[in-house]
């Protein structure tokens, strides 16, 4: 079945028409993504890691508590850990 219209096209302009290309711009979101760094953690939010980890297991068994109902190293360790 024939559209209005399509006795206009030929194989010839058919060819030329534009093509967008989708590989292309996927390949280049790519690249542009890689050449990004991905992993990479500051030193110092390394420090604030291991230091939250510590305050936690110093919450856990309860080191220094001077109120009984508020443990102090716990309210130290979120505020450096946020």
């Not at 996927?26 to 030193?43: L, S, V």
């Not at 510590?54 to 309210?75: D, H, K, M, Y």
């Amino acid at each position: 079945m024939k559209m209005p219209g399509d006795e206009n096209l030929d194989a010839q302009k058919m060819m030329s028409a534009p093509v967008h290309d989708h590989k292309q711009e996927t390949r280049a979101g790519h690249e542009a993504e890689d050449k990004r760094e991905h992993g990479h953690i500051e030193p110092f939010e390394l420090f604030r890691i291991a230091v939250t980890a510590i305050i936690a297991v110093l919450v856990l068994f309860r080191v220094w508590e001077p109120f009984p109902q508020v443990s102090v190293v716990g309210i130290a360790g979120v505020l450096f850990g946020r």
